[in-house]
């Protein structure tokens, strides 16, 4: 395990499926492997080591990817989204430069972009993790979505 690559929230670390071996212990990947769901991202606790498969409507074509399931690998438990669901930014951060299923550096002017648009504040922070939202203070910024 390597931990090169990944993006953190909480204690929590996300990245793509691609790079469990450098996250995952052996005996972890090999149970998540075992999975016949679909899923992009792998959401790890760093802590408990508790492993969430995170599915979007898009990931490799939206700026910022919808969060469709997520499924708990130890609670055997999926949990959709509802009618606001969550919405991932800096997608870059789960992958690394040479990744192949989006363009990396599109992703990471796309962030800039729009944080260099954003108030920054505490209550703009903790309100832009929903699609809702984001979307419309992109239509604020004149940023497609």
Not at 29 to 53: C, G, S
Request: cysteine-free.
């Amino acid at each position: 395990m390597t931990n090169t690559v990944g993006k953190r929230i909480a204690g929590k670390l996300y990245f793509h499926k691609i790079y469990m071996g450098d996250h995952l212990t052996e005996s972890e990947a090999a149970l998540v492997t075992d999975i016949p769901r679909m899923y992009e991202v792998i959401r790890l606790d760093v802590r408990t080591r508790e492993i969430v498969l995170v599915d979007y409507v898009d990931f490799f074509n939206a700026h910022e990817p919808v969060i469709k399931t997520t499924y708990n690998v130890y609670a055997d438990k999926e949990r959709k989204q509802g009618n606001n669901p969550l919405v991932h930014h800096h997608k870059n951060q789960m992958v690394k430069p040479d990744f192949y299923g989006f363009f990396y550096q599109e992703s990471v002017d796309r962030s800039r972009a729009w944080q260099a648009l954003s108030p920054r504040t505490r209550q703009f922070t903790s309100q832009i993790g929903r699609l809702n939202f984001w979307q419309e203070w992109l239509s604020t910024v004149n940023l497609p979505l």
